[in-house]
């Protein structure tokens, strides 16, 4: 799946991987490609844009980690994130049923 399939639907996804609890960037990614069986296999110059935005609308928390010698940051839900993943996931599941109604539907 490209980038811009998932126009709309990125920081959904984001908010998910991110419920497990606080990751770094690349585990993030990892996450996100695992949890899609592969389909969500997307490049760092995508996610960490997403994960910056969420931070600036307060959806995510950053922090610094020092792990092996390495310094990475580390991103979690705020309570405002964890209201948004709700709130964007009754919406995702509302659409898909939407549609799943209007492709079941059997015209003559």
Same mark, same amino acid.
């Given at each position: 799946?490209?980038?811009?399939?998932?126009? &709309?639907?990125?920081?959904?996804? +984001?908010?998910?991987?991110?419920? %497990?609890?606080?990751?770094?960037?690349?585990? *993030?990614?990892?996450? +996100?490609?695992?949890?899609?069986? %592969?389909?969500?296999?997307?490049?760092? %110059?995508?996610?960490?844009?997403?994960?910056?935005?969420?931070?600036?609308? %307060?959806? *995510?928390?950053?922090?610094?980690?020092?792990?092996?010698?390495?310094?990475?940051?580390?991103?979690?839900?705020?309570?405002?994130?964890?209201?948004? +993943?709700?709130?964007?996931?009754?919406?995702?599941?509302?659409?898909?049923? &939407?549609?799943?109604?209007?492709?079941? *539907?059997?015209?003559?």
């Amino acid at each position: 799946m490209t980038t811009s399939q998932l126009k &709309g639907n990125l920081e959904l996804l +984001l908010l998910a991987v991110l419920r %497990g609890g606080p990751l770094h960037g690349y585990a *993030v990614i990892a996450g +996100l490609r695992e949890r899609s069986g %592969g389909s969500f296999d997307l490049p760092e %110059g995508t996610i960490y844009p997403a994960l910056h935005k969420l931070e600036r609308e %307060g959806l *995510v928390l950053s922090s610094w980690e020092d792990a092996a010698g390495r310094r990475r940051r580390i991103y979690e839900l705020t309570p405002r994130g964890e209201r948004a +993943l709700a709130h964007q996931s009754e919406q995702w599941h509302s659409f898909v049923r &939407g549609v799943n109604a209007v492709l079941s *539907v059997v015209t003559p």
